[in-house]
């Protein structure tokens, strides 16, 4: 079956960066749009930015400038790229995928703590 797994998740100071990891299996990678997800404690989960199969991106207003999400098909992995972190980018982040018109799956999410 379709397992997505994030990595790389931790905590940081803010203006720190970390980089998340999602590899993908079960699933022809690079047939899916993917995604980055969050959500932080007593909110709703939230797009932070896409991937389409072509390789372009988009993203949310609060994380564009800081955040880049990219993606290696050789490896069935997406990445995101976090810079400048803020406290507000505390949350669990979710990779997710995409395939038109039913094909929509979760990874189990990582956990990314901005504090000083």
């Known amino acids: 079956q379709v397992q997505l797994v994030e990595s790389g998740g931790g905590s940081v100071q803010p203006g720190g960066s970390l980089r998340l990891s999602c590899t993908a299996s079960?699933?022809?990678?690079?047939?899916?749009?993917m995604g980055w997800y969050r959500q932080a404690p007593g909110k709703q989960r939230e797009l932070v930015g896409t991937i389409t199969t072509g390789g372009r991106t988009n993203y949310a207003a609060s994380v564009k400038g800081r955040f880049t999400i990219s993606r290696d098909n050789a490896k069935n992995t997406v990445y995101l790229q976090m810079n400048s972190l803020k406290p507000e980018d505390t949350a669990v982040y979710y990779c997710s995928a995409d395939r038109a018109p039913l094909d929509h799956y979760w990874g189990q999410g990582t956990q990314v703590t901005v504090s000083s």
């Open positions: 079960g699933m022809i990678f690079r047939f899916f749009d």
